[in-house]
């Protein structure tokens, strides 16, 4: 699952629509909205977003489950 995926999920989640989520980033809602159709996200803007969701981004360990 892209990262995109799993922002929309949080989004729902959270009630958010893409201009709220843009907004809170500061961000034209169009250039989000096309980031966000073509799930085309750099490591800093992924964390960006994330943060602007009140998330945290994981890497866990496949076999063990440890997160990292």
Request: charged share 35%; hydrophobic share 35%; glycine share 10%.
């Amino acid at each position: 699952m892209g990262a995109g995926k799993h922002i929309k999920t949080a989004m729902i989640d959270k009630g958010l629509k893409a201009g709220e989520v843009a907004e809170r980033l500061g961000d034209n809602p169009q250039v989000f909205y096309n980031k966000m159709s073509r799930d085309s996200f750099k490591y800093a803007e992924a964390e960006r977003i994330a943060d602007a969701l009140g998330c945290d981004i994981v890497l866990r360990d496949r076999e063990t489950g440890k997160i990292y």
